[in-house]
């Protein structure tokens, strides 16, 4: 227990106090007031708290998908200071400027902001901790970023910005790409599961707007009656927030004859961690190997049954997702109940997608004006 990865082991209260008090100190990381400084720290001290302590802290779940985004962001900033023979403590307002116009020239907007957020967190962090003398992140400037269900012709922020995309179906396409989800399996072994396994994924998608990591992440302990006796799915969203989904019962029918197929029990079992989507391999048991299905499988499922049903081939997942909401929204669900179903953090986002509803609605209003 020598080095700043003691922090995320499992440790005891008197071994994590002891550390802190003793390590900290031997290395002259706390100042005065025994406040964590690193005003005189290495670099790599810097890196290793700013880490532990702002990006992967114990008590904070981060979905794979995050993960790997915020080592992408740290890659690009290292590989920045590197090629331009630079270290953490030379940065200041002239490499923060460099830097911000190195990201906004060379990534689109989304990126751009998750990049610059990661790099704006890093230098509060500094200046918390007296590592930077100055308030460095006040220089950043992030790029404007349009909210919401579209495809965005990204642009550079001195060309016109191109038309827009809507990323989703209507109902009728919606639903006759569901029919492709199981005609797809080629395998002649495991040939009903791999069926009906595709229809509940097209079903959920469709009928629940899950985001395809919580789709994945779904086990059938997931799943829970209410005292109606009505089918809930319970999820684990962005930031590891809760929430619970209805189910309905055309997509209940289809899991439980999943299930079945299977050779799983259709009662309900809270206690159940087993995957309900995973992989069937082409071996003599396959369900004894519950490996858990993974995004590019999925992802690869819904481009084949979109290819074969010869419709928008740009058709991803989360187009799925953008469909329920509209969906709902259209047909006069209120506002904070679809904001709750979507796991959205803010109404403002489940808003765009009503404002865009009403403008496409906009042509009944017009009709109902005498002006002739």
């Known amino acids: 227990m020598n080095d700043l990865t003691l922090l995320n082991q499992n440790v005891t209260d008197e071994q994590y106090l002891a550390y802190l008090q003793d390590h900290l100190k031997d290395r002259q990381l706390l100042d005065e007031n025994r406040n964590l400084s690193l005003e005189n720290s290495s670099e790599q001290d810097f890196l290793e708290l700013f880490f532990l302590e702002k990006v992967f802290p114990q008590d ?8 790997k985004a915020y080592r992408s962001d740290a890659k690009t900033l290292l590989s920045f200071l590197t090629n331009h023979s630079l270290s953490f403590r030379d940065i200041g307002f002239p ?10 020239e060379n990534y689109a907007a989304k990126s751009a ?24 992140s006040t220089w950043i400037s992030k790029p404007v970023s349009k909210k919401g269900h579209y ?27 569901l029919s492709f989800f199981p005609k797809i399996v080629k395998a002649k072994r495991n040939r009903e599961q791999l069926e009906k396994r595709n229809l509940l994924i097209g079903y959920l998608l469709y009928t629940t707007g899950l985001r395809a990591s919580e789709l994945l992440s779904l086990n059938w302990g997931s799943f829970r009656t209410n005292r109606k006796g009505f089918l ?17 019962e ?36 396959p369900l004894l190997n519950k490996k858990r299905l993974t995004y590019p499988a999925l992802y690869k499922i819904v481009k084949e049954a979109v290819h074969l049903a010869g419709k928008n081939l740009k058709v991803t997942p989360h187009w799925f997702r953008h469909t329920f ?10 506002l904070a109940v679809v904001k709750d179903w979507a796991g959205h953090s803010d109404i403002s986002t489940t808003n765009i997608y009503l404002e865009r509803v009403n403008q496409d609605n906009s042509y009944l209003h017009l009709n109902k004006v005498n002006l002739f």
Do not use: M, W
Request: charged letters at 35%; a positive charge; hydrophobic letters at 35%.
């Open 250 to 285: 055309e997509t209940k029918e289809i899991l439980f004859k999943y299930r079945a197929s299977i050779r799983e029990s259709v009662e309900i079992n809270i206690e159940d961690t087993s995957p309900l989507f995973f992989a069937l391999y082409n071996k003599n048991e």
């Open 113 to 136: 902001i998750r990049k610059l957020e990661f790099f704006r967190r890093l230098l509060d962090f500094g200046y918390e901790t007296q590592f930077y003398k100055a308030h460095l």
């Open 95 to 104: 490499e923060v400027k460099a830097y911000n116009k190195f990201i906004k």
């Open 151 to 177: 495809i965005i012709e990204e642009t550079r922020h001195e060309e016109a910005q191109t038309r827009v995309q809507v990323r989703e179906l209507n109902q009728k396409d919606a639903e006759f790409l």
């Open 325 to 334: 909401v509209t969906l709902l929204l259209e047909n006069d669900v209120p």
């Open 60 to 67: 904070k779940k981060l979905s794979p998908h995050t993960v």
């Open 232 to 248: 809930f799915a319970d999820v684990f969203g962005k930031g590891n927030k809760p929430r619970s989904i209805p189910i309905r």
